[in-house]
């Protein structure tokens, strides 16, 4: 199975930025990285994806280190809507579909 | 428009009982997935389907699970003679289409119950 590695939880205050890693050192060359997020009682919602360039869209960014083994995502100004769990996603590259394989993830607390 | 609807919202059943669980994808999305969710964890792939064809179940845990989705829209995850290990939050999600980069759509999940 493809897969990702990211700490249990992380803290952030209002209106800071915050940085959630993910480590994926079997991603294979073609495979995207995607980010989801899981507010509670909800199901998850995208985030963003990439593959090899850093992306930015309304929601985020991701920074994608340049061996790809590793991926950040940046929520440049934290809100109390922001905690969730976020997890960072790969396509199993074992199965040959597009099977994904979820880890853990990490659990954002936004302090106010 | 409307998202991806799981219904019932929460179902309890007493072991040995057989249950369905609805999903209705978003309209036009041709590719459909079902993930289980237990306390604490993340979504365990389970199935996906594209159209009516199931084309990785390798997620499935035992024979006592199945998953048809006739039409290529609508699609119900079955479970026979329910276990309470069975208990859990099950989760659709559906996507326009299948590539690498294909966002997936999650409905709100089923809460199944086995007393």
């Known amino acids: 199975d493809a897969k990702t590695t990211q700490p249990n939880s992380m803290e952030s205050n209002e209106e800071e930025p915050v940085h959630l890693p993910c480590n994926h050192s079997?991603?294979?060359?073609?495979?995207?990285i995607h980010w989801y997020r899981q507010l509670p009682s909800q199901g998850p919602e995208y985030v963003i994806h990439g593959l090899t360039s850093n992306v930015n869209n309304r929601m985020a960014s991701l920074a994608i280190a340049e061996d790809r083994k590793s991926s950040t995502l940046i929520l440049h100004r934290a809100t109390l809507r922001d905690a969730a769990v976020y997890y960072c996603?790969?396509?199993?590259?074992?199965?040959?579909?597009?099977?994904?394989?979820f880890g853990t993830g990490t659990r954002l607390k936004v302090l106010a | 428009g409307a998202g991806v609807s799981q219904t019932p919202s929460n179902k309890v059943t007493e072991k040995g009982k057989y249950v369905e669980l609805r999903c209705d994808p978003i309209?036009?999305?041709?590719?459909l997935y079902w993930y289980r969710q237990s306390l604490g964890q993340g979504p365990e792939f389970l199935i996906y389907?594209?159209?009516?064809?199931?084309?990785?179940d390798s997620g499935l845990p035992n024979d006592r699970f199945f998953a048809v989705r006739p039409e290529g829209s609508v699609s119900t995850l079955k479970i026979q003679r329910t276990e309470r290990g069975d208990s859990a939050v099950y989760l659709c999600?559906?996507?326009?289409?299948?590539?690498?980069?294909?966002?997936?759509?999650f409905g709100p999940g089923t809460r199944l119950t086995v007393l």
């Open positions: 079997t991603i294979s060359g073609t495979d995207y």
């Open positions: 389907f594209q159209g009516t064809g199931a084309a990785d």
């Open positions: 999600a559906s996507s326009l289409t299948l590539t690498p980069y294909n966002e997936q759509f």
């Open positions: 309209s036009g999305h041709t590719a």
């Open positions: 996603i790969l396509r199993d590259p074992t199965s040959g579909t597009y099977k994904y394989i």
